[in-house]
């Protein structure tokens, strides 16, 4: 039987976490932490809602993540982002020994790599994962708040 818990199928969840973000005029950015193929924590930006700067998915789903878990480790999980993560989320996920970050969209403006931020050096990086997706919602957010 083939496995359904793919790359894809969970970035799809966090997209629909920056579906929501978009619909509430946040920066549409979603996440979801995973770990043994379950979803346990997932968020999506609430900069705006909150008055907070920090209030970023990934912020928002590794303290989910972390209360699940009862501790402050990510060692065994995954975290899927639709956004290439700033550096202040980089040094977050750092923080937390993730074992994975899985993003879509690059980010050659504020993504970490672009600051010269790292990950943890046990944290594997895959991006790339629906991308145009990614990238298409945030280009429409874009627009729409520029009124092009």
């Given at each position: 039987m083939e496995n359904i818990f793919t790359d894809e199928y969970f970035m799809k969840k966090a997209l629909q976490e920056a579906e929501m973000s978009f619909e509430k005029g946040e920066i549409p950015v979603g996440a979801v932490v995973v770990i043994d193929d379950k979803v346990i924590a997932r968020s999506h930006n609430l900069t705006e809602l909150l008055h907070d700067v920090t209030a970023h998915a990934e912020m928002q789903c590794i303290t989910a993540a972390?209360?699940?878990?009862?501790?402050?480790?990510?060692?065994?999980?995954?975290?899927?982002?639709?956004l290439e993560p700033c550096q202040m989320c980089a040094g977050a996920l750092y923080w937390s020994q993730i074992a994975k970050v899985v993003f879509g969209a690059t980010d050659p403006q504020r993504g970490y790599r672009a600051m010269g931020t790292q990950l943890h050096p046990k944290t594997e990086v895959h991006h790339g994962v629906m991308a145009t997706e990614c990238s298409n919602l945030m280009t429409t957010f874009f627009k729409n708040k520029r009124g092009n």
């Open positions: 972390a209360n699940f878990l009862g501790g402050k480790y990510l060692t065994g999980c995954t975290l899927y982002v639709t």
